[in-house]
């Protein structure tokens, strides 16, 4: 009972929502090379089938490995802010001021840089995007660690290790999780915003364009839609992760 | 008779913005073997300072600190810590929490042994059945007793708790006193605890120290001459009232509030 409600409340929610579009074109009259229904969009995924997997298939592991890099030095940069706070004092204003630059401005720079690596610049973008948020609350999550649970194993001799691996990490996990969310989607966007910007792209947002340039309007409602399933997929893929390593973190729901 | 715990003429400062604030003021405390050691005094006078020196968490600017004829300069495997947050970890159960000193002092110790021992300690505090649980499953007394089981679990030769019952309602508190002193005859440890609780210091202690307000000097020291199997009663008897009493005032004169109507 409880999994039917699980899934049929979230089916349903969608299914509104694209009974509601469709009305909405429908009682306008506006025709496809103005807004397009959904009712267009099977047909459109349908023509470009092999195309949507094809840069659907491009679109997901630049993200993806942009989000692993991001994983990656944003631990440490985390790491590093949050066990020193000389590291902390000189690295949040440079962090908090790279933050505040829309990312569309640094597609022509990296553009110029890496000329005509488009994989590369892709996944640069991406990890450029999404690494913010995993280091603030990796170095939040660390430098706010109660003394006294550091103090329970530093009094029976335990090295900085051996705290780290078993308080310290473990304690921070829930942060973690809480900004790979975020930083999921965020490296998402950054993936789109070259495949979309940079000519010659690949990828959904290169799909996009192209759409756009035709006039295909049906072509670029069903590209949008590909990326809101890819980016729920995403999302739900780190969910349960988060389940997998931090589910403990989870009161029990009464 | 050899004493255990020895701190030798310890004075110790604080480095603030607004200059050193000295918190221990030449003080002297010595806990033979085996013996239980309450420490009061008023707030912010320098007590949970004590503790980190015992532990070896802090190094103090002049004086000693001597654990079994040795000197203290690092932490030592051989100390057990509470604190008034019993600072479980979330994502082990109770059972994995007792046994997390063991992982760190006995790395080599079989699993089957320590669960064994963190279990027969669950088993003499009243945790039987509440191995499995996770923390945030317990109540405070229950998990306060968790953390006494952590706390002692690689029976170590001091046990230092910091205000451990402080945040606990006065009969889960009056439970605990009890727990604690059926620990104590079961396995010996020499303990120092800290409190604000002048019935705990009474109920628990050998010897009960009063330090001085900021910067704590040992102002006096009073040997509790209760029975060792104490009960709750024993609190309400005239030598329980009249040390009780005198402890008060000793706290009042700590304070600076000697000459103050009350």
């Known amino acids: 009972m409880e999994t039917l409600q699980k899934i049929a409340v979230p089916t349903l929610a969608i299914l509104a929502f694209l009974g509601v579009w469709e009305f909405i074109v429908w009682v306008n009259g506006w025709p496809n090379y103005k807004m397009a229904s959904p009712s267009d969009l099977p047909p459109a995924f349908a023509r470009y089938s092999h195309l949507f997997l094809e840069m659907g298939w491009q679109t997901l592991w630049r993200t993806v490995a942009g989000l692993g890099l991001a994983v990656l030095f944003g631990t440490l940069l985390g790491m590093a802010m949050g066990f020193s706070r000389i590291a902390r004092d000189a690295l949040y204003p440079l962090l908090v001021g790279f933050n505040a630059i829309p990312k569309a401005t640094l597609v022509p720079v990296i553009a110029l840089i890496f000329i005509g690596q488009h ?11 999404s690494f913010f948020p995993i280091a603030v609350s990796v170095g939040i999550g660390l430098s706010t660690l109660e003394p006294e649970y550091r103090d329970i194993l530093r009094s029976l001799g335990a090295s900085r290790v051996t705290i780290f691996r078993k308080i310290a990490l473990p304690k921070t996990l ?11 989607t965020l490296a998402f966007i950054g993936t789109n915003l070259v495949e979309i910007v940079s000519p010659h792209g690949r990828g959904l947002g290169a799909l996009f364009k192209s759409g756009e ?36 973190a989870e009161r029990p729901q009464s | 008779m050899t004493n255990l715990i020895e701190i030798k003429g310890v004075t110790h400062a604080y480095r603030t913005k607004a200059g050193p604030l000295p918190v221990l003021d030449n003080l002297n405390v010595s806990v033979p073997e085996g013996e239980f050691c309450a420490v009061v005094g008023p707030s912010g006078c320098g007590k949970s300072t004590l503790t980190r020196l015992v532990a070896g968490l802090m190094k103090p600017d002049q004086g000693e600190v001597w654990l079994h004829g040795e000197r203290v300069t690092s932490p030592r495997k051989t100390v057990g810590m509470a604190f008034q947050n019993p600072v479980l970890l979330e994502w082990r159960t ?32 009243g945790l039987k059945g509440f191995e499995g649980k996770r923390p945030s499953e317990l109540s405070g007394g229950m998990r306060q007793r968790a953390s006494l089981c952590r706390s002692i679990v690689h029976k170590p030769d001091v046990l230092i708790m910091d205000e451990p019952f402080g945040a606990l309602d006065a009969f889960t508190r009056e439970d605990l006193w009890q727990t604690m002193r059926d620990l104590r005859a079961a396995e010996p440890f020499t303990c120092v605890l800290i409190t604000h609780d002048l019935r705990e210091s009474v109920f628990l202690g050998d010897q009960v120290i009063v330090l001085s307000g900021r910067p704590a000097r040992t102002q006096h020291v009073l040997r509790v001459d209760l029975p060792a199997d104490r009960t709750i009663d024993s609190l309400y008897t005239p030598e329980a009232a009249e040390m009780l009493h005198l402890l008060r005032d000793q706290i009042r004169i700590a304070q600076g509030r000697d000459g103050e109507v009350h």
């Not at chain 1, 994989?119 to 995007?129: G, K, Q, S």
């Not at chain 2, 007792?98 to 110790?109: G, K, N, Q, S, W």
């Open chain 1, 119 to 129: 994989d590369f610049n892709t996944v640069l973008m991406a990890f450029l995007i």
């Open chain 1, 174 to 184: 829930p942060e973690f999780f809480g900004a790979l969310k975020v930083s999921v």
């Open chain 1, 213 to 248: 340039t035709n006039g295909d309007y049906p072509l670029m409602f069903a590209v949008l839609i590909a990326l809101a399933v890819l980016g729920i997929v995403l999302y739900y893929a780190v969910v349960a992760l988060e389940r997998i390593f931090a589910g403990w």
């Open chain 2, 94 to 125: 109770i059972l994995d929490n007792v046994i997390l000193p063991l992982e760190i002092v006995a790395p080599r110790m079989p699993q089957r042994d320590r669960e064994a021992r963190a279990m027969h300690l669950l088993e003499m505090v």
